[in-house]
C-alpha cells in the first residue's frame, strides 16, 4: 500500500521569507499524481499544486513551488514570500493513475505559522 | 467556482443513534468522497462513489455505509453511532479521472461529536 509522510508537524516561517514543507511517499508504481492541498483555519481545502510523476519539469504556481525527486520518493513544497494568507495546515496526496477510479493517499499534515 | 456543501457545521449525537451526512456539489461532477480528518492522522478515505449508485470502500469504511441516488448528492450513513466516530467529516468531489479532472474540490467539513 502507498503510504506519504509529512515528518515536520509544525513549521514557522517569517512574512516575506520563503519556507519548504517536506513530504515523502512510498509506492511501488511509476505513473501517479503528487497533490499540495491547503487547509486555512475554519476554510475549505483547496488544491494548491499538482504533479504528474511523468513529468521531470517541476510544478510552479506563482509563489509556490515543488521539488519532485522521482527516486527519491520525495515531493517538496517550497513557498516564496510567505504571507500571512498562507497560515495554514498543508497536506501532501498522492494518487495512482489507473486511468479509472482510484483514491487520493493523505500525510497528516504541516501546520505552517507565518509571522511578522 | 465549484460548490461542495454539507449539511451541517457541527453535529452532536448519542451513542446508538443513526446519523445522516449529507453532501451535495452544484458542478455535475462524476465523482464523490467521503473522508474523516483527526489530527495527527490526517485524512483517511471512507468510501468513494465514481457514479450514480456506485460506491467504493476506501481504508475506513467499517461503521459507515453511503448512499448515492443522484449525481449531485452523497449521503455519509453511520449505522450506529459510537464514541470513536467524533471526527471532523469532509466531503469532496472531482470531475473525473486523469490530467486535471481528478482535482477533488472539499466541503467545508462536518464536526461531528458523539456522545
Known amino acids: 500500500a502507498q503510504t506519504v509522510t509529512q515528518s515536520q508537524p509544525e513549521m514557522s516561517v517569517q512574512e516575506a521569507e520563503t519556507v519548504t514543507l517536506s513530504c515523502t511517499y512510498d509506492t511501488s508504481e511509476s505513473d501517479y499524481y503528487l497533490f499540495w492541498y491547503k487547509q486555512p483555519p475554519s476554510r475549505q481545502m483547496i488544491l494548491v499544486i499538482r504533479q504528474e510523476a511523468y513529468k521531470q519539469q517541476n510544478a510552479t504556481e506563482n509563489r509556490f513551488s515543488v521539488n519532485f525527486q522521482k527516486a527519491a520518493k520525495s515531493f517538496s513544497l517550497k513557498i516564496s514570500d510567505s504571507q500571512l494568507g498562507d497560515a495554514a495546515m498543508y497536506f501532501c496526496?498522492?494518487?495512482?493513475?489507473?486511468?479509472?477510479?482510484?483514491?487520493?493517499?493523505f500525510g497528516t499534515g504541516t501546520r505552517l505559522q507565518v509571522t511578522l | 467556482d465549484v460548490k461542495v456543501t454539507q449539511s451541517s457545521r457541527y453535529l452532536v449525537k448519542r451513542t446508538g443513534e443513526k446519523v445522516f451526512l449529507e453532501c451535495v456539489q452544484d458542478?455535475?461532477?462524476?465523482?464523490m468522497f467521503w473522508y474523516r480528518q483527526d489530527p495527527g492522522l490526517g485524512l483517511r478515505l471512507i468510501y468513494f462513489s465514481y457514479d450514480v449508485k456506485m460506491k467504493e470502500k476506501g481504508d475506513i469504511p467499517e461503521g459507515y455505509s453511503v448512499s448515492r441516488e443522484k449525481k449531485e448528492r452523497f449521503s455519509l450513513i453511520l449505522e450506529s453511532a459510537s464514541t470513536n466516530q467524533t471526527s471532523m467529516y469532509l466531503c469532496?468531489?472531482?470531475?473525473?479521472?486523469?490530467?486535471?479532472?481528478?482535482?477533488?474540490?472539499f466541503g467545508p467539513g462536518t464536526r461531528l461529536t458523539v456522545l
Open positions: 496526496a498522492y494518487r495512482l493513475n489507473t486511468g479509472t477510479a482510484s483514491k487520493l493517499t
Open positions: 458542478m455535475d461532477h462524476e465523482n
Open positions: 469532496a468531489s472531482s470531475l473525473g479521472f486523469g490530467q486535471a479532472r481528478d482535482t477533488q474540490y
